[in-house]
């Protein structure tokens, strides 16, 4: 079947705009994980959704920052007033289980974000 | 703050060679998974090993983990041109916790 999907694929935006990334997970997958990629750094853990709840929010770096999930299944990731900071790769997971069963994740492809 | 930690940050070999990876972390786990990124986009996940777990194989793939030591290696027998990647290593906490990834091994295996 269908792998985790993201889009876009990349986005370039100005410094202060806002921006929305998708996530749409493998179906029947009820955990889904949201990352950032800075260059040439490892995965920076923003926010975890099982179903539609967010138990773990620990990782928003700002109140810029927010998630949601709706039916179980599609995510976005919702960036205000951008700063080039936060020009990264926002990689999405899904899990057929949650955390505390240690479940395999599986990444989508990512979405690049640039802000000038 | 980072949990795992992978050594070498670097590593370039031949073709045919083995390729051993290390990660080192702080807290207790309840398991430990490696994953593979190629071109800085999404990874792959390739071996989870629990913390009751001393080695496993997969393929071409043996992982070792020590937790007295909090230390886990990854090896890569008969490595080849396609395997040149960054590599992950990712750590639980231990009960409730999200994943935290280390900042990888890159390898490099040259024809």
């Known amino acids: 079947g269908a792998g985790v999907s993201q889009s876009p694929s990349n986005k370039v935006t100005e410094k202060g705009k806002d921006v929305e990334l998708r996530c749409d997970p493998i179906s029947g997958h009820t955990a889904l994980y949201w990352y950032r990629q800075s260059l040439g750094q490892g995965l920076e853990f923003l926010i975890y959704f099982q179903g539609n709840s967010a138990p773990d929010k620990s990782g928003l770096p700002s109140d810029r920052f927010s998630a949601e999930r709706t039916g179980g299944s599609v995510s976005t990731l919702t960036i205000q007033r951008t700063q080039q900071e936060d020009s990264a790769v926002y990689l999405c997971?899904?899990?057929?289980?949650?955390?505390?069963?240690?479940?395999?994740?599986?990444f989508g492809p990512g979405t690049r974000l640039t802000v000038l | 703050s980072q949990q795992g930690e992978e050594d070498p940050q670097a590593l370039s070999i031949q073709e045919g060679e083995n390729a051993t990876m290390n990660c080192s972390y702080k807290t207790s786990i309840n398991n430990l998974q490696w994953y593979r990124q190629n071109s800085g986009r999404g990874l792959v996940h390739l071996i989870l090993i629990r913390s009751n777990e001393r080695e496993k194989h997969s393929g071409r793939l043996r992982v070792t983990l020590d937790t007295s030591k909090k230390s886990s290696s990854l090896l890569i027998t008969a490595s080849r041109a396609a395997d040149t990647a960054s590599y992950f290593c990712a750590t639980d906490g231990g009960g409730y916790s999200t994943l935290t990834f280390g900042k990888g091994t890159m390898l490099l295996v040259s024809p």
């Open positions: 997971a899904s899990s057929y289980r949650g955390l505390i069963q240690g479940n395999e994740q599986f």
